[in-house]
């Protein structure tokens, strides 16, 4: 009987999502989690990652001066994933007005 190593299944779906050209499942999670260390922590209080396809992170916020403000760091927060979190996950970022709760 031929045995594989026992693997996590984390670990066997980023494999899986690199070998089809897709960022990794858990991209969006890891850069959740270091939000407030990429962007500052006044930045993250008015917004926050909302979704990560096809290397585009789009970033919800507060309201429309937040997206013209954020316009002008984009490139300077695409460099910070890059560095931080991983090469090749972010490659642009948008930014949208999140709609009220």
Known sequence: MNERPVRRLGDALNDVARSLGMPE?????????????LVGEAVARHARPGRLRDHVLTVEVDGGEWV????????SM??????RVGAGLVE?????????V
């Open 78 to 83: 695409v460099s910070a994933i890059t560095e």
């Open 68 to 75: 013209t403000q954020l316009r002008y760091l984009e490139s």
């Open 25 to 37: 499942p858990d991209g969006l999670s890891r850069i959740m989690a270091a939000w407030s260390e």
């Open 92 to 100: 642009r970022v948008t930014f949208v007005v999140a709609r009220p």
